[in-house]
């Protein structure tokens, strides 16, 4: 009795897994197993700028594009918040992580985190110095602009249009957000070729954090102090258009002409700066091109096929002089 009730209820559970095995094998015909997607995580600096949210956009449409899922997190141009963003990512296992450092230092310990967790790091955009150890053991590839450059090529610009040798040119410099490699860099190039220019004098700087608010408000106080030194400005030199901009309207307010009693240069080369140029405010810009989408998902897929990355990837850009603004301007994508 108690033998055949044993094997009657064998036979149940031998009936019950065969049937468990039938629903398992339908079961995995039904949701077929599908490519698992690449999920990235993004660390933004902010929005602070025409150059930021060109950027923001060419990554979001190039992501779609690929079909990478992209978890985008936008710092308000706080590290904390970028620190946080990079550790929420670290959490969530994403299969790879790329930001835009705000500031060049201070991202030692979350950088070992993320090594730590196996997930490979991008930088896109600004560069990084380390405290402790080399940055380049620490991210797989660094895409993006060449600053000193940049500023290179805006003082050459600078002296070629002035055409002066010998008088004083006394140029205000607005330069970036304090510590961030754009300004360190810019402002590098930029020194490094008026050092053969002695006649070339920075007379005021000061940071205009990359924004049109601070770069006007920045302007104002420079006209205002060297009115009260008894000093005349020739030229803006600003890191970025959107603080040129700022300081267009603080010139005009102040009842000058920019473009004219005020040579300006600034870079980046947005269309804000394209506008400005067409309407005689703008002397020149040199491209800073913020388009790094592509770049970045082509990176993503590669690192994740398991290719090798060159450390190294420059962006390729140019000078606008005003006079070929208007033939430029259609053409431009950010
Ligand atoms: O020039 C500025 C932006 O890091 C290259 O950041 C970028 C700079 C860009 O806010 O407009």
Not at 217 to 229: P, Q, T, Y
Request: charged fraction near 25%.
């Amino acid at each position: 009795m108690f033998k055949g009730i044993r094997i009657g209820a064998a036979l149940l559970a031998a009936a019950m897994l065969i049937l468990l095995a039938g629903c398992g094998a339908s079961n995995q015909g039904a949701t077929k197993p599908t490519e698992k997607k690449i999920v990235l995580g993004f660390s933004q600096i902010g929005a602070e700028s025409e150059w930021r949210t060109a950027n923001t956009e060419s990554i979001k449409a190039a992501a779609k594009e690929a079909g990478i899922e992209l978890k985008f997190s936008d710092a308000q141009q706080k590290q904390e918040n970028q620190l946080k963003a990079i550790r929420s990512f670290i959490q969530q296992k994403v299969d790879v992580i790329a930001f835009s450092p705000v500031v060049e230092t201070g991202w030692d310990a979350v950088l070992q985190e993320a090594k730590a967790a196996g997930i490979p790091v991008i930088l896109t955009d600004r560069a990084i110095k380390m405290s402790n150890g080399n940055p380049e053991d620490y991210y797989v590839t660094f895409m993006g602009s060449d600053f000193v450059e940049e500023g290179r090529r805006a003082a050459n610009w600078l002296v070629d249009f002035m055409k002066q040798d010998k008088a004083d040119v006394n140029i205000v410099e607005l330069q970036g957000t304090v510590g961030s490699a754009p300004a360190i860099d810019r402002k590098n190039g930029f020194e490094e070729v008026m050092k053969n220019h002695p006649n070339y004098k920075i007379i005021k700087s000061q940071t205009g954090d990359f924004t049109r608010a601070k770069g006007k408000e920045v302007m104002e106080s420079f006209l205002k102090s060297a009115k009260a030194d008894g000093q005349k400005i020739d030229v803006l030199f600003a890191h970025n258009d959107d603080m040129a901009i700022g300081a267009i309207q603080a010139i005009e307010e102040a009842g000058l002409k920019p473009g004219k009693d005020i040579i300006i240069v600034s870079i980046d080369g947005v269309k804000g700066a394209f506008e400005a140029m067409i309407a005689g405010k703008l002397n020149a810009t040199i491209e800073c091109s913020p388009l790094l989408g592509g770049q970045l998902m082509e990176a993503v897929k590669d690192l994740t096929a398991g290719k090798q990355l060159a450390k190294r990837i420059l962006t390729k850009e140019g000078v606008f002089p005003a006079d070929v603004a208007a033939k430029e301007l259609p053409s431009r994508k950010y």
